[in-house]
């Protein structure tokens, strides 16, 4: 059971409690949400008062207990975790679907003919692509990863750019103001980007605002581009839409995406390269 299904069945139980005689109904309510927000990252206030059978202003009470008790961020339209991305979390997803980050990165990698110019994203999907991508002989790469710069610089045939500016400790990702102009200086052969989520609409949603500009200006310098997701991230949501499907040429990943996800990729053309399975 993934995340989804799993708060899908704890706000199931929940409703029955709150339909149930006694409790504190504010209380499993809030706490219920709590969860979903957990899970889902991001929620709207349509989405809260819909799934609880409240009022928008029952939604957004709620909303500010939650904030108030320094639980959740309150955004315009809803309301996500209060912080969505931190060193502990950052290294748990090092090792989080480990293997399959892996098998993901080799099938990126078996994609990338030697000689390309390729631009590199941000975490820890990337890092494992970064390591598998010095299999490869005399590439160019763009990245403002500084991990996974510090990987490829290892490789003496490889030409590597990277941008000035502040390094965020969580994940080594560099900004400045004008990275996404430096990222618009190149051409690529391939950009290959990772994110938080992948939406049932088909919305690329991450945790961090400052990568949209970046990410966006590398797609579309891009003949191929390229997203390497986990089958966890199908489904789910991030506080920041960083684009959608149909930006993207092609998903590499290890599962097939449920119908309704796998439908609206189908319509936007993109074409889904699934991992090949472990001997």
């Known amino acids: ?71 959740v961020r309150k955004l315009h339209g809803g309301v996500s975790q209060l912080t969505p991305l931190d060193p502990v979390t950052y290294r748990q997803r090092r090792h989080d679907r480990a293997d399959e980050k892996v098998r993901i990165a080799e099938a990126v990698v078996a994609l990338i003919p ?21 299999s490869r002989e005399r590439l160019h790469v763009v990245t403002y990863s500084l991990r996974s710069a510090a990987i490829i610089s290892e490789k003496t045939d490889f030409t590597l750019a990277v941008p000035g500016g502040f390094v965020r400790p969580i994940d080594g990702g560099m900004f400045q103001e004008d ?6 200086r190149f051409k690529f052969d391939y950009a290959i980007i990772s994110v938080s989520g992948v939406d049932d609409d088909g919305d690329l949603c991450d945790d961090d605002h400052t990568e949209v500009a970046v990410v966006s200006a590398a797609l579309r310098q891009a003949a191929h581009k390229l997203l390497a997701v986990d089958s966890s991230k199908f489904g789910k949501r991030a506080m920041v839409r960083l684009g959608s499907v149909h930006d993207i040429t092609t998903v590499i990943t290890n599962e097939m995406p449920a119908p309704a996800l796998s439908a609206v990729l189908k319509k936007a053309a993109v074409h889904i390269h699934l991992a090949p399975e472990p001997d």
């Not at 409690?17 to 889902?40: D, F, M, T, V, Y």
């Not at 809260?48 to 207990?65: G, K, L």
């Open 1 to 71: 059971m993934d995340l989804s299904d799993q708060a899908h069945k704890d706000i199931t139980t929940t409703m029955s409690e709150l339909s149930g005689p006694g409790g504190n109904k504010k209380e499993i309510r809030q706490q219920a949400l709590l969860q979903w927000i957990e899970n889902s990252h991001y929620v709207s206030l349509e989405e809260i008062a819909e799934r609880f059978h409240v009022t928008t202003q029952t939604a957004r009470r709620d909303i500010a207990d939650l904030e108030h008790r320094g639980k």
């Open 179 to 184: 990275t996404p102009e430096f990222i618009r």
């Open 114 to 134: 030697d000689g390309a110019t390729v631009f590199l994203d941000t975490g820890t999907t990337c890092e494992a692509i970064a390591n598998t991508l010095i």
